[in-house]
C-alpha cells in the first residue's frame, strides 16, 4: 500500500521560513517523478514544485514562487522536501505531495499524478 504523509506545516509571519516534508512507503521511490502542490481556499489545486531523476534529472517549478522554494528528495529515507523561503501571504494553502509514475504524464498536472498525501496546512501572516 502506497503512503504519501506531509509534515512541517504551520503558522508564520511574512518572510520567514518553513520546510515540508513528505514520507512515501510502498512505492519504489526512486523511479517516481515527486511533485508538490497547494490549493488555496475556494481556488483550484495547482502546481508548486517537481523533481525526478529517472530517466534523467530535473527541477521544476512554478513561476511564482521559483527563487524562493527548492525541492529536494533524500533517498535514502523515501522522503520529499520542499524548502520555502521568503514566505507570502499568498502562499497560504494546503499543500500537498503526489507521485508520479515514471515516464507518464505532465510533471505540471494534478490528474497526471498517481498518489498524493492528506495535505499539511501553511498559513502566512502579514
Known amino acids: 500500500q502506497v503512503q504519501l504523509v506531509e509534515s512541517g506545516g504551520g503558522l508564520v509571519q511574512a518572510g520567514d521560513s518553513l520546510r515540508l516534508s513528505c514520507a512515501t512507503s510502498?512505492?519504489?521511490?526512486?523511479?517516481?517523478?515527486m511533485g508538490w502542490f497547494r490549493q488555496a481556499p475556494g481556488k483550484a489545486r495547482e502546481f508548486v514544485a517537481a523533481h525526478g531523476r529517472n530517466p534523467r534529472y530535473y527541477e521544476d517549478y512554478a513561476d511564482s514562487v521559483k527563487g524562493r522554494f527548492t525541492i529536494s528528495r533524500d533517498s535514502a529515507k523515501n522522503t520529499v522536501y520542499l524548502q520555502m523561503n521568503s514566505l507570502k501571504p499568498e502562499d497560504t494553502a494546503v499543500y500537498y505531495c503526489?507521485?508520479?509514475?515514471?515516464?507518464?504524464?505532465?510533471?505540471?498536472?494534478?490528474?497526471?499524478?498517481?498518489?498524493w498525501g492528506q495535505g499539511t496546512q501553511v498559513t502566512v501572516s502579514s
Open positions: 510502498g512505492l519504489t521511490f526512486t523511479w517516481y517523478k
Open positions: 503526489a507521485a508520479q509514475d515514471p515516464g507518464f504524464g505532465n510533471t505540471r498536472t494534478v490528474s497526471d499524478y498517481n498518489y
